[in-house]
C-alpha cells in the first residue's frame, strides 16, 4: 500500500437550533489517500489479490486513528472511498465493503452493526457526504446523520482516497420519536 497522505477532520458543535449542545457533539473523519492497486492494470477480473494486500492494512491504520481525533467513545459511524478517474467504483467497493477492512473499526469501536458507506469516482477537491448509524443498533434515528468531507487534492487519477467517520453521539437536538412509535 502506497500512501500519499492522510488527513484528519475533527468538527465539535457547541449550538444547534440557537440551543447550547451538552456535551459538544463530535464527529471525525481520518482519510488516507492511497495508490490504487488496480492502476494502470486496465480492467481486473479478479480483485482479490488487491483487496487481500491492501484492505487489512488500511483498515488497522485507520481504524485507531479515527478513534483517537473522536476523543470520545464511537456511537456513530460509517466509511467512503472516493475513486480517482483512472479507477473504477468497484476498486473502492473492493477495499471497504469486505470484512477484512471494515472489523478493525468494528472491533475498536465496540460495533456490531454494518458500516454505512459511500463510494465514487470523482477529481481532486471532490465533496462527499459520509452516512453515520449507531454502532449497535441502525433503527436509533437520532445517529442518523452525515458529513461532508472535502480533501481539496484528492484523490489524483491513479488514487483512492477511503475513509472512516466516527461521531460522539447523535444528531445534536434532535426530536423524532423512536421508530418503534411507528411500528
Known amino acids: 500500500m502506497k500512501i500519499r497522505k492522510i488527513v484528519t477532520h475533527v468538527e465539535e458543535i457547541h449550538t444547534e437550533g440557537g440551543r447550547p449542545v451538552e456535551p459538544a457533539a463530535r464527529i471525525a473523519v481520518v482519510a488516507a489517500v492511497i495508490a490504487n492497486p488496480w492502476a494502470g492494470q486496465g480492467f481486473v477480473e479478479d480483485l482479490g489479490p488487491g483487496i487481500d ?15 483517537r481525533a473522536l476523543g470520545a467513545p464511537a456511537q456513530a459511524y460509517g466509511k467512503a472511498a472516493i475513486v480517482g478517474l483512472d479507477g473504477e467504483v468497484e476498486h473502492g467497493s473492493a477495499l471497504i465493503h469486505t470484512l477484512k477492512f471494515g472489523d478493525h473499526f468494528r472491533r475498536a469501536a465496540d460495533a456490531t452493526t454494518l458500516l454505512p458507506a459511500v463510494e465514487k469516482r470523482g477529481g481532486a477537491g471532490t465533496v462527499f457526504d459520509i452516512p453515520l448509524k449507531h454502532v449497535t443498533d441502525p433503527t436509533i434515528r437520532s445517529h442518523h446523520q452525515t458529513v461532508e468531507v472535502r480533501v481539496s487534492d484528492a484523490p489524483h487519477p491513479g488514487e483512492i482516497l477511503v475513509a472512516l467517520a466516527a461521531a460522539s453521539r447523535g444528531r445534536p437536538q434532535q426530536r423524532l420519536a423512536d421508530l418503534s412509535t411507528e411500528q
Open 53 to 67: 494486500a491492501t484492505a487489512s492494512d488500511l483498515g488497522r491504520l485507520l481504524a485507531p486513528e479515527v478513534l
